[in-house]
């Protein structure tokens, strides 16, 4: 606890960089070598490339640190060459221009700065200086509207748009209460994304230091601070969001088409703290009649916490246990931290020590701290041959049967004044060693890294899931990510929707905090809710924390345990739609759930509105986040909308009340959605009744088309074509709704064998209204919905409703 000694005038931190600054100076020359674009100023040298067609990556040299060799080696997170194709360089009296398909470079020749044009040359950032101190420090500054909104930056707390803040990007393993004060959490993304009036772009900076953006200090302008390393930057053209976080996607890298179990619900706490309990805890679930894919084991399920090891007393056979719970569709995910008991009798710990595999102090011994079992030593995951070793570690788990891992303290967290390791400590990387203080936001990455590969080798062609808790830019590629310690507070429910929308736009698709609360006593009323939202986020997961009321559906008595149950299987429910949304992110890099300003770009209240999601494009979620609430505010963009539960519907453009007792989330579909549902069933593991249903929400005008997306859920066969894709088209006229299914890919058996379409406020009085029903379908009409029912399409099925 701090008291007012906290804010005594000797205490006040000032982050700025000292005042004696030098910057490029004037243009003296501009040429080009190999694909690098190269600015000489007067007093450094910035490098460019071209990434793309809407990618420009700019490095800086000042001309203090470097000689003339210009080392464009980025980190990990690119995942992206740079072009050779080079544009040409065009000369005015005041620039230079550099011009590709959808951006014009204007490279200043008085002072060396840049400005981002798109084609119809509007100026679209303003990059007016760069600047250094002796200790290297740079300082970038932008120039905005005054009408400029942010988005993205990772995990923060704080809500959806980031003006007016400041945020570090610094790992920290952050037990204190995450409050808008927090400037730095455990996963670092140093992308901002840049939403101007007219047009959105991307900034990423690719420096895994210490790192700070601050859109707060300055008037119309924001500006960013590296510490250590360089200042090597991409601008990432728009111009609308989506367009930046495709490219921005297809620089870091998308995720891979998880598990289908690894979307199920999972459920935790630390710990569950034997066998016993574990399988107790997995027969309630299917007593109860509660879906549940995943129980995770925290560290009780070490012996003394030893990484790769059970507890002989408390788990004296994980194998017969791991088959039990296989039996009732549930599988584990155990705990793995990087700190290593030392420990001379702990083959890990030898192993660790012989092959050269850890992290070393400057005096060449390994660097210990205390984490869970007490002094440990952490692997150097920048080198190769130690990701190998401790990926190949994993056969541990995977032969009794596991297929996912969490990766936790992994920033890595150590029990001491500055939670992580010295910053001097000295990583190997592959035989060009850095220290610690300037790759530290990597290791998190590095770590989930080693972590899919090694399962992915030791899989035996079955996907895997990672989960961790810190990560970096690019970190979607290996993992996906919970929000770590919150609390079971209201403010907490309510921040995890902006945190997880931003850590959407920011490249993490897969990602949710622990449903619930984990620290602290969560109520009943709290938990109904919190699961109402988690239903529907990208990652469920409730996990507690073990001196905190437990949380499990039905700790809170019948009532709240009926409210879960409903919500965990509206999930299941929902999941050909999540699992298509997820086959969407991997391909595309668009997220799960969305904030209404990624849909409607243009809608000023979309700017900053964060009590309310969107599930994909066409669902839109408004959870209840304050207690003893029955109703709310909901914004429902233009459009006409439909009430999820009642089928009324609403015009939108206008904000409208939501009646929600304490069973009821309020949920809309848009107006010629196509959403597709099954009946839940209590685990991936097990097979459904065969029959998917879609909800086809007519307005008499509707123009839309969703992509449905299924495969085996658990294997690498669909990168082989062995999967469906169907393009639902909804195409509405006065005459008549068509809707067609194009079938784009048939190469999966398939588990739906029955489709049953409601086509919902569309009424027929005769049958020869129908044209085009596949053979062998049915036709039912009731109150307003029409009901078609057919077998799976083995082919394109073009169906037209006329409208008399
Ligand atoms: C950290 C994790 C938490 C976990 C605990 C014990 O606090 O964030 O999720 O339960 O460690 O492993």
Known sequence: MLNSGAISPVNIENHQISKELFGMGGLTGISQEENLLIVQGEHGILALNKMSEGIIRIKLFPELLTSRVLDMTGTIAVVKEAEHHFPEIQETKEAYLWETKHVILEISKSDCSLRFMDKAGNKVVNNSLLLWDEKMAVSGTFNVSPDTHYYGLGEKTGFLDKRGERYEMWNSDVFSPHVPEIEALYQSIPFLIVHEPQMAYGIYLDNPGRTFFDMRSQKDI??????????????????????????????????????????????SRYSYLSQDEVLQLAHTFREKDIPCDVIHLDIHHMNEYRVFTFDPVRFPDPAAMIQELRELGIRIVPIVDPGVKVDSNYEIYNEGIEGGYLCLKPDGEPFEGPVWPGPSV??????????????????????????????????????????????????????????????HNLYGLLMCKATAEGLKRNLDGRRSFVLTRAGYAGIQRYAAVWTGDNRSYWEHLAMSIPMVLNLGLSGVAFAGPD????????????????????????????????????????????????????????????????????????????????????????????????????????????????PGSTFRAVYLPEGTWYDYWTGEGVEGGRSIVALAPVNILPLYVKGGAILPQVEPVSSTLMEGNGNLQLDIYCT??????????????????YEKGKYNLFKLHLLESSEAAEFSIDSAHLGYTGKWTQWTLHFKNLQITERSQIKGLPDGGTVETDAGVLTLTFPQPKDNVRLRVEIK
């Open 515 to 626: 449903v619930g609360g984990f620290a602290y006593h969560a109520s009943g009323e709290l938990l109904a809710r919190w699961i109402q939202m988690g239903a529907l986020f990208p990652f469920f997961r409730n996990h507690s924390e073990q001196s905190s009321l437990r949380q499990e559906p039905w700790s809170f008595g019948p009532e709240i345990e009926e409210i879960c149950r409903d919500y965990i299987k509206l999930r299941y429910r929902m999941m050909p739609l999540i699992y298509s949304l997820f086959r969407e992110a991997a391909e595309t890099g668009m997220p799960i759930i969305r904030p209404l300003i990624l849909e409607y770009p243009s809608d000023p209240e979309a700017y900053n509105l964060c009590d309310q999601f969107l599930l994909g494009s066409d669902l839109l979620a408004a959870p209840i986040y304050r």
């Open 378 to 439: 952490f692997p150097d995951f920048t080198d190769d041959k130690t990701g190998e070793w401790w990926g190949g570690l994993h056969r541990f788990y995977t032969e009794a049967g596991i297929e996912g891992i969490w990766n936790d303290m992994n920033e890595p967290a150590v029990f001491s004044p500055t939670m992580t390791m010295d910053e001097d400590t000295i990583h190997n990387n592959n035989g060009s060693p850095v220290s610690h203080g300037t790759v």
């Open 700 to 717: 008499g005008s509707a123009d839309n088309i969703f992509e449905l997306y299924d495969d085996d859920g658990e294997s690498y066969a």
């Open 222 to 267: 924001y500006s960013i601070h590296t510490e250590t390393g360089s200042f090597d930057y991409y601008f990432i053209a728009g111009p609308q969001i989506k367009d930046v976080l495709k490219r921005y996607t297809s620089l870091t890298g998308r995720m891979q088409l998880p598990p289908q179990w690894a979307l199920g619900y999972h459920q």
